[in-house]
């Protein structure tokens, strides 16, 4: 009976620390399922001949977005409505630049990317829309229509010239960056069609892929 109770203790107090120790670890896990991967993407993109458009990306996009979250609660201002809308096509910009970053490893894959991927297309027709979107708040900058409204706040207007600055800088020098990206990428090009023996391979690791012509 004895040696029962003191196993059924023994158990207990197992069970009670294995859960403690499991408990424990929760928070590491955590840290580790989500710090990993984001570790994992910093990696790839900092590696990417796209790590300068990434970079212009990240810091001409980031000032509208949060210009746009500290305008999102005055929704019957002009100004902060187009704010609001633009704060996506930031965010836009941003994914589309770490996607095309992650995806660009050399020239082929550069090119294959630009030419056939499907989200890379999509984002074309967004950052069209972007664009117009940008010229319809100069317009309404020049005009004074950004104040008009209920509840616009005073600084509603600095905060839409800075972030229309900030677009126009983004298409301006984010066109150079990424023309810039892919003649970086074009000098690994050497690297990917041969190895040290002079055999021809693809550092894609799929179907060959030369330029334009898929093989």
Known sequence: MAAILCKSISNLCSGACTGCGQL??????????????????????????????????????????????????????????????????????????????????????????????????????????????????????????????NNCPDNIGKLTYDSIYCGHAFFGLGFAALFISVFVSMCTRGRDQTNDNGTEQNAGGGGKYWAFNKV
């Open 24 to 149: 424990c670890k929760l928070p590491c896990t955590i840290c580790s399922s989500v710090c990993k991967p984001a570790c994992e993407t910093i990696k790839k993109v900092c590696s990417s001949p796209f790590c300068i458009f990434t970079t212009l990306a990240l810091g001409l996009n980031i000032p509208p977005i949060i210009f746009g979250l500290s305008a999102v609660a005055y929704g019957g201002c002009k100004g902060s409505q187009w704010l609001s809308v633009n704060m996506l096509f930031c965010i836009a910009h941003i994914i589309a630049a770490i996607y095309l970053a992650m995806q660009s490893k050399s020239f082929n894959e550069t090119m294959q990317t630009l030419c056939y991927d499907p989200w890379i297309a999509v984002y074309i027709l967004v950052g069209i829309a972007s664009l117009v979107w940008l010229w319809v708040g100069t317009g309404w900058a020049a005009t004074g229509e950004m104040l008009n409204g």
